[in-house]
């Protein structure tokens, strides 16, 4: 067990890459990802162009559950930005065949990074800004109860009625005021 920021971004990366069959992610926000490998979009656009089923399901910026989340925390609005930035980071993936990107307004109590028969499960703790959370790394075997337990809630978290397919909002276009500068509408 290590906290999450002890986990180095390879060893996600990696077992993310070895997938052959499903990647699933269900976080609030996670943007450490993209930030620290660049290359992950690109990656599980690799990983779909094989067959590999990828499902993503990242914190709905706006819902009740993600601010509560921020408060415990003690992040404030800080989460909810993160989860607006995680989003704009898989935009690109939208229309990716094979690839499903959500937002949920779910309660979380663990993040998960599954990757076939892996799964790297941060659990949430009360007040601990979430690089502080408690990593495991399951892996399944034959009885599967462990890692099985965590797949099916993911599973669930996917199809629950605070999931829906991320749709983003249209863009909003800056405009030229005569007489003034330039400013939002």
Known sequence: ???????????????????????DVLVYAAVSLHEAYPRLNDMLRERTAEECGVRIAIGDADSENVRQRGREE?????????????LMHYRPLLGVPGLELRAHGTTLYNSLHRADDQLLVDAHVWGVNAYGAPVWHLRRHDSGKVSGAYTQSAAGRMRCSGSRPYAPAPERRMRRVPGRSTTRP
């Not at 067990?1 to 990647?23: G, Y």
């Open 1 to 23: 067990m290590s906290e999450r920021a002890d986990v180095p971004v390879s060893v996600i990366t990696d077992m993310l890459a070895r997938a052959r069959e499903h990647i």
């Open 74 to 86: 003690k992040f404030g609005h800080g989460i909810e930005s993160r989860c607006r930035l995680a």
